[in-house]
Each structure stands twice: as C-alpha cells, then as structure tokens.
C-alpha cells in the first residue's frame, strides 16, 4: 500500500498535495499528527535541498518534493501505519541532471531526517 505527498512552492511553507486535499504545509501541520509527521520528512529533505542550491550557488527552478510511502498493508488494516520504505523523488529544473545527484549526495550528508532515517529513506533524482 503507497501514500504519496507531493511538495512544492515556497519551501518555508510549501504548498502540499496529499490524495483528495491540497493546502499550504502549515495548515496540515496544526490538522492532525500524523499528517505532520509524513509532511516533515520531504519538507526537511526540501529544505536541506534549497539551502545546499544556495550554498553552491545553484538556481533552483520549479523545484517539487514528493514522497511515497509504503505502507505495511497488514499493519494498516489493524490501525497501526507502519511505515515500511519511503522513496523521495526530487524534481527541479532548474540544474543538470549531474548537479541534481550532487546535490542529492549532499543532502545524504546534511539532511537530519534523513541521517536519523537513512535505512527506511531513499532520496532520488524525479525523472
């Protein structure tokens, strides 16, 4: 089972899709729990993404986080969302296809959530 969240805008307080809603990420974060966790993990890998384009001097262009979740199905129909893997695609372009995998490598070395969770996270270039 998948659950995907798609970020993009204004990475301070980006605009969030999740199935069914689109809303600023703020808005989300008051709304419940759970949708502040799965909105922290790609907006953290955002943010680590925009700060490392503006340290390298990098224009960013139409960039777009989105995250899939997997979901433990078995879990899930129990009530328990456990999440399994998450895949986060980064899309922008406004770099080369070679400078969006550096940028990636270095976002590996800098994010937070994603050094706390690098076994469940996987960060790849969006095609």
Do not use: W
Not at 47 to 63: H, L, T, V
Not at 78 to 96: A, E, Q
């Amino acid at each position: 089972m998948e659950f995907s969240i798609s970020l993009y805008g204004d990475f301070e307080n980006p605009t969030v899709e999740i199935p069914g809603r689109r809303e600023k990420a703020s808005k989300l974060y008051l709304e419940a729990p759970l949708y502040a966790f799965l909105i922290s993990i790609p907006h953290c890998i955002a943010e680590a993404f925009e700060s490392i384009a503006k340290k390298e001097g990098i224009k960013i262009k139409d960039c777009k986080v989105r995250a899939v979740y997997e979901i433990d199905e078995k879990q899930f129909m129990l009530g328990y969302p456990v999440i399994k893997k998450i895949k986060v695609f980064i899309y922008n372009s406004g770099c080369s296809s070679e400078e969006l995998e550096e940028m990636i490598r270095k976002v590996k070395k800098e994010c937070p959530i994603y050094l706390s969770f690098s076994e469940k996270i996987e960060i790849l270039p969006g095609n």
